[in-house]
């Protein structure tokens, strides 16, 4: 789960797993699996790191049990 704002300044919760495709159009849009679109003030590459890092800690977490 990665945390995103939309355009007007609210902030929620997105599951990083659904997501097929991110586009700068010059907003950034996100597109999960089943359709829904999302446009969001991050950059790409913003959500990019966000992503990588929510996986990192899954990872440790499946590490330690």
Do not use: H, W
Request: glycine share 4%; proline share 3%; with cysteine.
């Amino acid at each position: 789960m990665i945390n995103v704002t939309r355009l007007n300044g609210k902030a929620f919760t997105l599951n990083s797993d659904l997501i097929e495709t991110m586009e700068k159009t010059p907003d950034t849009v996100i597109t999960l699996t089943g359709g829904n679109k999302y446009v969001v003030s991050e950059p790409i590459e913003v959500l990019i790191e966000r992503i990588v890092e929510f996986r990192r800690r899954c990872q440790i977490f499946k590490v330690e049990d």
